[in-house]
């Protein structure tokens, strides 16, 4: 009553708290929970989802139990002999050695004969003599199962029966040269720091000058079929130089309308790329965030492993004589156990694999909105994580579980796939259909990854559940859709260009060292596998670093789309808390004319 004997309060009202209450949940978050950073007033987020994810990890441990009890890795492991004994068990306890007297002969006949034996037999040992034929090989225990050449002389004749006579080369290669590969790890993080300082300092001037030069190449070849089609005596070739030459120009200037008119999207999207730089050299603890969850996946995937191969030995152990590998007959439950052991491992990849990205995208909008022009901006990889085990890991396991339904369902269909096609399928229609579909899954797994993506980046800044930020951030860019574009497009580029200079530089580097250094240059065989084993430490762990890059850019950019939308809705035409290179985009935010009548009719529905 008392606001409806004041129409003028009424409408202040409306200006000054509608639109941040719309803006900030509803009047959960308000604009003072952003000025030290993202929300501190936290709750727990998807709590259903926390329960049942650790639910789940207790039916793991309950599989993997029953794994440990019924399965029995020694059958699966042990090799079986020609004549069906399985060597170091049961009766043949003593003879766990598997020795191929026809190991170096053609490779059909490589496991006839076989014999299990108490010790690997040399040449002129009374053993050796009763069992072997044809070629005479020193052999020496493997794996603690398997008797195979010894020497290095009959390795490389075992090799090249195979065919495969160079594979033992390239494997001393790399053996050779692990200090070289050591060298390649550490040089590939120096050269991802280095590449993203150039993008710090020259990414527009990298970017403009891509822009003009590829108007000017263009208008070049405009001008180039123009003077063709004078020097041409054939009306025909002149009318086809002609044409060519106005559809270079009209390309020329239609990409140089669209630059013009998106000249202040390029320009913001070019310093969040900038600001993602500074941010990083800020907060360096962030791009170690990467390396401590691919440990913590090795160690799962090992501990995975251990337990599949007991799961795995569970069913019925048998041989059919062809080879001295064991074959497995599951019953249904074995089965159900395998499915569900193996949906734990893309669900907890998936989980990890989330983790980096909250916690990534939290210090990057902590960074933001501590940042002003008076001050640098801070933000704590350490309050991030606790965040994320605190308050979200409901919201974490729930944006992981629908990535791993979508990698589970691919991963079930390539194997029927191959299945299919193994078994002689050779319809086209077949074929086709299997591509599209795989496709067109492989198409949802790229979306659902982008989609959580942004959506962790919603739970950072508001603290809310996982549907609610997907939404947000749904939202978010749809009202931003060209901003988000040329954001992310530069950042693929940037990236991908990144690894493969990162890629390359080092292999280069290691190539010199290689040829260079005394103590490997005269050990190697080649210097080919080595080099490219380089190059592959150098991408993928660029592509490991600048993946941080990558995400800082998105979390960046929607905390500077919040914070427009912020400054929008109070008429402030500066900020408090943001990067003081991103400030320039906020001079002349005024409400204008749709503004107000947007608030003038909030204020009628007062009424």
Not at 293 to 316: F, R
Not at 417 to 430: F, I, M, P, Y
Not at 530 to 536: D, H, S
Not at 551 to 580: K, M
């Amino acid at each position: 009553a008392e606001y409806m004997g004041n129409k003028n309060s009424i409408f202040r009202m409306s200006q000054n708290e509608e639109p941040k209450q719309k803006i900030f949940d509803e009047g959960k978050v308000t604009e003072e929970d952003f000025q030290a950073g993202p929300v501190d007033n936290r709750s727990c987020t998807d709590c259903i989802c926390c329960l049942l994810f650790l639910a789940f990890l207790g039916g793991m441990g309950y599989v993997a139990q029953l794994g440990y009890d019924k399965g029995d890795p020694i059958r699966l492991l042990a090799p079986w002999d020609y004549s069906g004994t399985q060597c170091g068990v049961d009766s043949a306890k003593d003879t766990k050695y598997l020795f191929m007297p026809n190991l170096m002969s053609s490779p059909s006949n490589m496991f006839v004969d076989t014999k299990c034996v108490s010790s690997c037999p040399i040449p002129g040992s009374s053993p050796f003599s009763a069992i072997a034929t044809g070629y005479q090989y020193n052999s020496a225990p493997y794996f603690e199962r398997y008797c195979l050449p010894g020497s290095e002389a009959d390795r490389k004749a075992f090799f090249s029966n195979l065919g495969a006579d160079k594979v033992g080369q390239y494997i001393s290669d790399l053996y050779t040269a692990w200090k070289v590969l050591g060298i390649a790890a550490g040089l590939s993080l120096v050269l991802a720091i280095i590449y993203m300082i150039i993008l710090r300092c020259c990414a527009k001037v990298m970017v403009w000058l891509t822009f003009i030069g590829f108007i000017l190449l263009l208008a070049a070849l405009g001008f180039f079929f123009y003077n063709k089609s004078k020097e041409s005596l054939d009306e025909g070739d002149k009318l086809n130089y002609q044409i060519l030459a106005i559809i270079f120009w009209a390309v020329d200037g239609v990409l140089f309308l669209i630059i013009c008119c998106l000249y202040d999207d390029i320009q913001l999207a070019l310093t969040i790329i900038e600001a993602s730089g500074q941010f990083i050299f800020q907060t360096i603890p962030v791009l170690f965030v990467p390396i401590f969850a691919i440990a913590v996946s090795v160690v799962y995937a090992v501990y995975w492993i251990y337990t599949v191969v007991y799961i795995y030995s569970s069913g019925k152990i048998s041989n059919n004589r062809s080879t001295p590998f064991s074959s497995v007959a599951w019953d249904d439950t074995t089965k159900n156990m395998w499915y569900y052991h193996l949906f734990g491992l893309f669900w907890v990849l998936a989980f990890i694999f989330s983790a980096v990205q909250f916690i990534v995208a939290a210090t990057a909008a902590q960074w933001y909105f501590s940042s002003n022009s008076d001050m640098a901006g801070s933000g704590s990889v350490c309050r991030s994580f606790f965040w994320s085990i605190r308050y979200h890991l409901g919201s974490l396991a729930f944006g992981s579980l629908i990535l791993a339904i979508v990698m589970f369902i691919r991963f079930i269909f390539e194997y029927m796939r191959k299945k299919v096609e193994a078994g002689g399928a050779t319809n086209r229609l077949t074929k086709c259909l299997l591509s599209c579909f795989s496709c067109c899954l492989s198409c949802i797994g790229k979306c659902v990854i982008f989609l959580t993506k942004n959506a962790y980046i919603q739970v950072a800044i508001r603290s809310t559940c996982f549907c609610s930020s997907a939404w947000k951030a749904f939202q978010l860019m749809l009202r931003n859709i060209v901003r988000f574009t040329l954001v992310n497009s530069f950042a693929l580029v940037f990236t991908f260009f990144g690894k493969i200079v990162i890629g390359l530089a080092t292999a280069f580097i290691c190539y010199m060292i290689l040829t260079t250094w005394n103590e490997v240059k005269d050990k190697l065989y080649s210097y080919i596998i080595p080099t490219i084993a380089c190059f592959i430490i150098g991408y993928l762990l660029g592509n490991i670093f600048l993946s941080v890059y990558d995400l800082a850019c998105s979390s960046i950019l929607q905390c500077f789309l919040i914070d427009e939308e912020t400054a929008q809705a109070q008429g402030l035409s500066e900020g408090r808390h943001r990067p003081a290179m991103l400030g320039p985009f906020f001079e002349g935010i005024r409400k204008n004319p749709d503004d107000e009548r947007k608030h003038q009719i909030t204020c009628k529905t007062l009424f």
